[in-house]
Nanobody, 116 residues
């Protein structure tokens, strides 16, 4: 069964850090570009970062650039999103997605809450 799964969310204080993970079952992430998105309550989903398959070229939205880092570990079949200097406005459900054989797969999402 093809699945994408996120993990690593939680509650963190402003200025803190979290590392999110995106892994898969039924296929490997190595050959595919992976995107991270987030959706806060009452807001539209926002694409915040992605990483390409071959050259691992990365992209960041202006809202997270300089604070978030996307990377991939092919041995672990995982894409990471390191989030530093977190702000209350980063509170959202974070999801990763991948286009695999013509179908876009989304994970269930992981909640990140930044609050004191």
């Amino acid at each position: 069964q093809v699945q994408v799964v996120e993990s690593g969310g939680g509650l963190v204080q402003p200025g803190g850090s979290l590392r999110l993970s995106c892994s898969s079952s039924g296929f490997r992430l190595d050959d595919y570009s992976i995107g991270w998105f987030r959706q806060a309550p009452g807001k539209e989903r926002e694409g915040i970062s992605c990483i390409s398959s071959r050259m691992s070229t990365t992209y960041y939205a202006a809202s997270v650039k300089g604070r978030f880092t996307i990377s991939r570990d092919n041995d672990q079949n995982t894409v990471f999103l390191q989030m530093n200097s977190l702000k209350p406005e980063d509170t959202a459900v974070y999801s990763c997605n991948v286009l695999y054989r013509g179908t876009t797969y989304w994970g269930q999402g992981t909640q990140v809450t930044v609050s004191s």
